[in-house]
């Protein structure tokens, strides 16, 4: 009697019926089932458009939030360059006709608003009815140390837009990521999650207590990092993925609250210290694209390769478990009643 090796799912179901998944710790699972990537060739320097060189994204569907601008829209651009349909969102309908209206390719635009979260769960809705696999979500949109302490549903505002409002668009397009082939979450985290110098600060999510808009940024793009690395040991038992990157510095609106004279240096000379809106969104159209990172999950990836990232709440498993039932708790009236993962 001969025995076909089992592929990868297989073997994994296989595993929980007997019940030794569920005696392992996330952290610990996710080990076991993800790979280390190999180290690709591109760095800082490498454009949007030499990472996807090559590649045929014929038939994929990729959502984009904050597609209407910067990174988001020249993410857009390369993935529909290479034949990719895109579906891309913008916090308003206008913005996302025209910037859709202005690219060569496939493209269906969409908007949410990210401190609306109804207006993110209909968005989902709109997704959900095309009734296809979502090859990829790339949470790109942002906001960036807004000078004034804003709530949004009684959370400081860059925690609920940065991180909340794209939780809840995660949950509500889980299913149709996993029905994808090999469905990719791709989060957009920042090397500002070192600001975080206390982590997550879960008694002060409200910024009740201190606010200072750097630490605030930096507590939200930790938040997106640790989402990314939780959300991977959750779908390690499916062959989707979800990892986490760091653009690099870039001048895009992304820095509108900033003081008028660093506005300015980024504009007339940031080319000498300053990613390109090119280089920046590499690492983003690596991690959503490369053909080499089929299986890699969990990972927070800078220069188009991994990163460790700062400090040690990038690899803090019980961190991003709270995090994750945390916002589960926030969140709860904009989330399917029947949580996929």
């Not at 939780?167 to 990719?184: D, H, M, S, T, W």
């Not at 609106?253 to 007339?268: E, M």
């Not at 390109?276 to 927070?300: H, I, K, M, Q």
Request: aromatic fraction near 8%; glycine fraction near 8%.
């Amino acid at each position: 009697m001969s025995y076909a090796p089992l592929c990868r799912r297989t073997f994994l179901q296989h595993m929980a019926t007997m019940g030794v998944l569920s005696a392992l710790p996330s952290s610990v699972l996710a080990q076991i089932i993800t790979r280390q990537p190999p180290r690709s060739p591109f760095d800082s320097n490498s454009t949007a458009e030499e990472v996807t060189a090559g590649l045929d994204l014929s038939g994929l569907t990729i959502a984009i939030t904050g597609a209407n601008s910067g990174l988001g829209y020249e993410t857009m651009r390369v993935l529909a360059l290479r034949g990719a349909h895109i579906i891309g969102i913008a916090r308003t309908q206008a913005k996302a006709d025209e910037a859709c209206a202005s690219i060569q390719g496939e493209t269906t635009p969409l908007f949410l608003d990210l401190a609306d979260w109804d207006s993110v769960v209909r968005c989902a809705e709109i997704i959900r009815a095309m009734n296809i696999p979502l090859d990829g979500l790339i949470t790109n949109a942002g906001i960036m140390a807004l000078p004034e302490l804003e709530r949004v549903n009684g959370v400081e505002k860059q925690f609920a837009v940065n991180h909340l409002g794209h939780f809840i668009l995660i949950n509500q397009l889980c299913e149709p990521v996993l029905a994808a082939p090999q469905g990719r979450f791709t989060m957009l985290s920042s090397v500002a999650h070192r600001r975080a110098d206390k982590g997550i600060e879960f008694d002060n999510l409200d910024g009740s207590q201190h606010y200072d808009p750097w630490n605030a940024y930096g507590v939200s793009k930790l938040a997106n990092a640790l989402c990314a690395r939780e959300l991977a040991a959750r779908i390690s038992h499916t062959d989707a993925t979800a990892n986490s990157v760091h653009p690099g510095v870039i001048g895009t609106n992304l820095l509108q609250y900033l003081p008028a004279w660093q506005r300015w240096g980024a504009k007339y000379i940031g080319w000498m210290f300053l990613k390109s809106v090119e280089e920046g969104a590499a690492t983003t159209c690596y991690v959503a694209t490369s053909p080499e990172l089929v299986d890699v999950r969990g990972f927070y990836f800078a220069d188009c390769n991994v990163d460790k990232g700062e400090t040690p709440y990038m690899q803090d498993d019980a961190m991003a478990a709270q995090l994750w039932q945390v916002s589960e708790e926030l969140t709860r009236d904009y989330l399917p009643p029947k949580p996929v993962i």
